[in-house]
């Protein structure tokens, strides 16, 4: 007799987890999600992402605490990834990526990293304006000179971070009467930047204060487009540049394949897709584009000395706008 032996074959299934990451990103749909499919494609990791504004991403961290699903924060801004830090739910990154960026581009504690930048930035008039007698500060934008000329986005959250800066670096009493004395003077408030240079264009204003991409992306489809932008003086609180970056959650389930993933935002192709799509600035100094006219290393020299994590102390600066009766 012939025994017949029946050899069964364990088919374990993939760990579908281990193959996926969720992103919450501050950082638009429309903006990113070509370059999430394309880190899907290359790494055969399927992405989760739950859009949102950095600051209600960053407070629905810190409610969902060790629950949250994310196992990484993309956010447009600094101080969103320092609320998350300062409530410590990032985990150190390794060196071998911190290595990658100049220290001033991630946090003393290692906990996230940049990946673009962006300038704050005076904008004006090209017809209407006289560049010789554009104020040095932005203080200065408070003189009678200038009353009824300038324009600026109280209620928005690249605005409220440079004011956060600016309390940071002079003061809440300073700022406070400097808003003061800009509203009595009447500037003008705009729903967010890309008005603030529609208004410039049509004449409704002659200056603002804005962020410098927007001015590019408007060049993009009118390159004679009306307006000019600059900086104030070195140092000024004026020129905050600020950084988009990510970090990754001390309880992150897919650690792999976290760190694969801001990895692949400090390559260099995709450094160069972020600059010639957003026109923010490379965080490598090694990537160099056409799309920006100046490197990030420049004009961070034109920026006030200021801990970005520091930004995160927003609720300090929203009081003040109240105050001053602008929001």
């Not at 969902?64 to 300062?86: I, N």
């Not at 986005?153 to 002079?170: D, I, K, V, W, Y």
């Not at 104030?232 to 950084?243: H, Q, Y």
């Not at 000395?305 to 109240?322: A, E, G, M, V």
Request: net charge negative.
């Amino acid at each position: 007799m012939i025994a017949t032996f029946v050899v069964c074959v364990l088919i374990v299934p993939l760990n579908l987890e281990a193959q996926s990451l969720t992103v919450y990103s501050g950082r638009s749909k429309a903006l990113v999600e070509p370059l999430i499919q394309k880190f899907e494609q290359e790494h055969s990791i399927r992405v989760n992402v739950r859009y949102g504004s950095s600051t209600q991403l960053a407070v629905a961290l810190l409610e969902e605490g060790r629950r949250t699903p994310a196992d990484v924060f993309w956010a447009q801004d600094a101080g969103a990834l320092g609320a998350v830090h300062r409530n410590d739910m990032f985990d150190t990154l390794p060196d071998e990526l911190l290595g990658r960026l100049p220290v001033r581009l991630h946090n003393s504690e290692g906990t996230w990293v940049a990946t673009s930048g962006r300038a704050r930035v005076m904008a004006y008039s090209r017809t209407r304006v006289d560049s010789t007698r554009l104020p040095e500060s932005i203080f200065g934008l408070a003189d009678p000179e200038w009353r009824g000329r300038v324009g600026w986005a109280p209620s928005n959250g690249s605005f409220q971070s440079l004011l956060t800066s600016m309390r940071l670096l002079e003061g809440d009493d300073v700022i406070l009467q400097w808003l003061r004395e800009m509203r009595e003077n009447n500037a003008q408030s705009y729903i967010n930047n890309s008005a603030l240079l529609q208004a410039i264009a049509a004449g409704e204003i002659d200056v603002a204060l804005t962020n410098h991409y927007y001015l590019l992306r408007f060049r993009e489809t009118d390159p004679g487009y009306p307006v000019e932008q600059t900086w104030f003086a070195p140092g000024d609180p004026g020129n905050l540049v600020n950084v988009a970056g990510i970090g990754m959650l001390k309880n992150a389930r897919n650690r792999q394949a976290s760190l694969a993933f801001i990895a692949f935002l400090l390559e260099e192709e995709n450094q160069l897709w972020i600059t010639r799509e957003v026109y923010e600035y490379p965080v490598r100094e090694d990537v160099v584009t056409e799309s920006v006219h100046s490197s990030l290393r420049d004009i961070r020299e034109l920026s006030p000395d200021l801990d970005l994590d520091d930004l995160s102390d927003l609720n300090r600066t929203l009081d003040l706008l109240r105050r001053a009766g602008l929001l």
